[in-house]
């Protein structure tokens, strides 16, 4: 038989060309057929047509055209985050530039659990995540006034180096810093959080095999440091959050930086969603407070316009990084160190991982802070404006002016029954993609706008779609 082209082989570059055309024919005739942010007639119609065009997943004789048939069925069968009604959930359209790194990184395919198969990604992801490491932990840190921050002496380095890893995601994120939090102040440490904190956290907790977290209530939506003071008892890490997945609030986080320093607690601030208005000198001051952290998660999946997976953990002291080193002779031998070539496995839970940093590097280096920061400032405004069409239509309810760039709204004099039902109604019809959270006791539609191209007439659309599509 005749040995297919490798991607990265002498015919590789050849090869990739026309199937590359391929793909993005697939992709815009996919595109075409779905018609609109979601392919409609719900789970079993989509389910069908994805069987259909499958056929035989394992054939006894290869198909030639099985990738045009199944980029195809997949784009039609997509929810496409860059259309500007599929606004649901923390799920960014990805930039081009990002996505052509991928696909270099795919096709290169270094291995990041040793240098000798990762020589150039290992160093540049050394670049970058030192890189964001500073933006997280600035020297001295932003609103160093609003916390317990001592300043180094002139001329004297800072006493703590940062560094961060690559991850996953938030969950991943999450999870380290809890395993750090562990081995840093004993198996006995106790998660602190409020009821508004990303699931992964106290799941994270149960897997580590610590005590039971306590859930601090959260009425108003963030954390109440009152509250999180009585609830501070013995070894803790507390888990605030910059960006909440619901209402995307941001909690206290200069007065709870203070309450752990004085009760000698761990902090890490789960800023997933939030942590990318570090680049937008307009809005980067609501994450004053930042600094002051043990652990910080961030993730550019999200409010960074990356193809997933795209998450980071930035860690004030590198020195808590030591807790995940491990020896294995093939991958990070004694002598092999002494001769310095670089440890990598350390840097991660995982053995082998891609090079996600080389689409965050080009993002970072194609865009600079400056471009970052417009299309932060830009989804930012578009929620501003999304907020107040609902706030001055009579037949809407606005449930508060969003933080970043999620709005919670709902039809005026609706049951949390009828809520539900337009939102699944929109989705069955492939018309829009909205999302649902519960707060204050009712249930709401959520639109998350993370579509830098989104435009005053596709909000105002929105609204129009779900008043016609709401019960009288």
Not at 353 to 367: M, W
Not at 399 to 416: E, M, N, W
Not at 422 to 428: D, F, K
Not at 450 to 469: F, I, S, Y
Request: charged share 20%; with cysteine; net charge negative.
């Amino acid at each position: 038989m005749n040995t297919p082209p490798l991607a990265s082989g002498p015919e590789g570059l050849t090869a990739l060309g026309p199937l590359l055309d391929t793909v993005l024919d697939a992709l815009g005739e996919g595109a075409r057929r779905r018609g609109g942010p979601l392919p409609a007639g719900g789970p079993p119609e989509v389910a069908e047509r994805v069987r259909a065009a499958v056929g035989d997943v394992l054939p006894e004789e290869g198909d030639p055209e099985a990738l045009r048939h199944l980029v195809r069925a997949l784009a039609e069968g997509a929810a496409d985050p860059a259309h500007p009604l599929c606004a649901a959930h923390l799920h960014c359209p990805p930039l081009a530039v990002a996505a052509a790194a991928d696909l270099a990184a795919s096709v290169l395919n270094p291995s990041l659990d040793s240098w000798d198969q990762a020589p150039a990604a290992s160093e540049l992801e050394s670049l970058v995540t030192g890189t964001l490491a500073n933006e997280v932990y600035p020297d001295p840190p932003r609103g160093a006034g609003l916390y317990q921050y001592a300043a180094p002496p002139r001329g004297a380095t800072s006493p703590h180096r940062p560094d961060a890893l690559v991850t996953t995601g938030g969950t991943e994120s999450n999870h380290l810093a809890l395993l750090l939090a562990r081995e840093s102040h004993g198996p006995g440490v106790r998660l602190i959080c409020g009821e508004n904190a990303h699931h992964s956290l106290p799941r994270s907790a149960w897997l580590l095999g610590l005590p039971d977290p306590v859930i601090v209530p959260t009425p108003h939506g963030t954390l109440d440091p009152a509250a999180l003071d009585k609830a501070l008892n013995g070894p803790s890490v507390v888990a605030a959050t910059a960006g909440t997945t619901d209402a995307g609030l941001i909690d206290p986080l200069p007065e709870t930086a203070a309450l752990c320093a004085e009760r000698g607690a761990r902090l890490h601030i789960d800023a997933a969603y939030g942590g990318a208005l570090l680049f937008s000198p307009r809005h980067r001051a609501r994450l004053d407070g930042l600094a002051a952290a043990d652990t910080v998660t961030l993730d550019l999946h999200k409010l960074g316009w990356q193809p997933i997976a795209a998450g980071l953990l930035a860690v004030r002291d590198k020195n808590d990084l030591a807790a995940l080193h491990q020896r294995v002779d093939y991958l990070n031998a004694d002598d092999d160190t002494e001769a310095r070539l670089p440890d990598l496995l350390g840097r991660s839970l995982r053995t082998t991982r891609r090079p996600d940093v080389l689409k965050l590097a080009v993002t970072l280096k194609t865009l600079g802070r400056e471009g970052l920061g417009a299309l932060v400032d830009q989804v930012c405004k578009q929620a501003r404006e999304f907020a107040h069409l609902v706030h001055e239509h009579p037949g809407f309810e606005l449930h508060a002016p969003p933080t970043i760039s999620t709005v919670l709204f709902r039809p005026a004099g609706a049951t949390d029954d009828a809520v539900a039902a337009v939102r699944r109604q929109l989705l069955e019809d492939g018309r829009a993609v909205l999302g649902r959270a519960r707060a204050a006791n009712r249930l709401w539609l959520k639109v998350t706008l993370l579509n830098p191209t989104t435009r005053p007439a596709d909000l105002a659309g929105l609204l129009k779609l779900v008043e016609g599509t709401t019960p009288r």
